[in-house]
């Protein structure tokens, strides 16, 4: 709104970090955050510009103060403490459908192609090749970099089976008490724990080591020592991680600008339905949704796809919250209400499913610039303030004016 608003007063951006340095304490109150921002309150002649960041700020510090209100009783809770939570609607059905079919695809094929192999030959460690090629077809699905986390698990693997032979045949033969185990096995972890601290680049390979060590020095009772079964059952762990490495190197999982592309279709989907009539989702529960899957690709590497889904993610937002605001409008028949209705038939000819619509957006946009001014100087006192209500519509609007074209899907990630 500040980059839309180049008659702010003067003193905005002072004012606006003095806020965001008391809302960083801990105990900041309503009482402090109104002595602050109180100089930014609009006079009596002020335009709807004025109106609309006053508001758009009040209504942030409201938020603010009750979420940290919030966090503060739920970290200093007791275990005996109750809480009475809105209810929230469940957001597991909305994750990518597709993505999830084609993990469960990968994983079926590599299940099927492991068990038939050691059904066909009977090979006795078979059991430990599908339970690893299981644990990584599941586990790494949702890895942002499954390839590189397979590698580590694999070169794990081997170091383990080369360093637990030695150990097993080489030591173990000759311990007969438990606490002889424990003295060499505190200090082997102890050390490998520090290694781990100390070398960043490798924590993942040393926490692993450790992690892994005991399924392989495992001792029974009595204990047995046979090469035969200790090299089957080793070699049936890393041809296991090795057909999950084949089944995601044959069935690869989905870029994540294609699922970048998925989930903006989706939040595009849900937004039509914030215009229809009756929508299926309340303000809060499209809230959700944003958020929900926003947070879907987190943990991606492709900053460019998670940068498109943030920018859809935000615009659509503060679209939907601009529309609720307009439907809660007043009813009467006046020409103001006439302008609501205008405003919202005018945003359900610039979004559709598929993207934006640019030649109806660019007109939209000096539609909603061209009421936000004749607004402005009505004679109802309620102009100004519908005024101001349409021009957030205008400044979130005026973001898509980057957007790519409708049906146009390239790198940019639309």
Not at 90 to 99: F, G, I, K, N, P
Not at 266 to 278: E, T
Request: hydrophobic letters at 50%; one cysteine or more.
């Amino acid at each position: 709104m500040l980059l839309n608003w180049p008659t702010a007063p003067a003193r905005t951006r002072e004012i606006l970090e003095s806020l965001l340095n008391e809302l960083a304490h801990t105990n900041a109150d309503a009482l402090s955050v109104a002595r602050i921002i109180a100089p930014l309150a609009p006079p009596a002649d002020a335009d709807y510009r004025h109106i609309a960041f006053w508001k758009r700020l009040r209504y942030f510090c409201r938020l603010y103060l009750v979420s940290s209100r919030w966090l503060t009783r739920i970290e200093n809770a007791t275990a005996v403490t109750e809480f009475n939570v809105p209810s929230a609607p469940a957001l597991a059905r909305h994750t990518d459908q597709a993505e999830a079919l084609w993990n469960g695809v990968r994983t079926f094929c590599a299940l099927v192609m492991v068990g038939a192999w050691g059904i066909s030959t009977q090979w006795q460690a078979c059991a430990a090749a599908l339970t690893l090629a299981a644990i990584c077809c599941v586990l790494y699905s949702v890895s942002p970099s499954p390839f590189k986390s397979l590698t580590l698990l694999m070169r794990t693997l081997i170091l383990l089976s080369l360093f637990s032979f030695v150990v097993k045949f080489g030591l173990m033969v000759q311990i007969t008490d438990l606490w002889q185990f424990l003295l060499f096995l505190f200090p082997l972890l102890t050390t490998m724990q520090l290694l781990k601290l100390q070398m960043p680049k490798l924590a993942g390979l040393w926490g692993q080591l450790i992690v892994f060590m005991g399924s392989f020095i495992s001792v029974t009772n009595p204990p047995v020592y046979d090469y035969a079964s200790f090299l089957n059952d080793n070699l049936g762990k890393i041809i296991g991680v090795g057909l999950a490495w084949l089944a995601f190197a044959i069935i690869s999982p989905g870029s994540d600008a294609r699922k970048s592309r998925r989930h903006i279709r989706a939040l595009r989907r849900h937004f039509v339905d914030q215009l229809s009539r009756r929508p299926q989702h309340s303000e809060h529960e499209f809230e959700s949704l944003v958020y929900h899957h926003i947070s879907q690709l987190s943990n991606s590497q492709d900053a460019l796809a998670r940068r498109w889904l943030l920018r859809w993610g935000v615009v659509l937002l503060n679209c939907s919250h601009v529309v609720w605001q307009l439907r809660e409008w007043e009813t009467r028949s006046d020409p103001l209400s006439q302008v609501r209705d205008l405003c919202i038939s005018l945003l359900r000819d610039v979004m559709s499913e598929r993207g934006v619509q640019q030649r109806p957006l660019a007109s939209t946009l000096q539609e909603l610039q061209r009421i936000c001014d004749a607004l402005n100087h009505h004679h109802q006192p309620a102009a100004k303030e519908l005024a101001a209500v349409i021009w957030r519509l205008w400044c979130a609007l005026s973001q898509l004016e980057q957007a790519p074209i409708a049906v146009t899907l390239t790198e940019r990630t639309t």
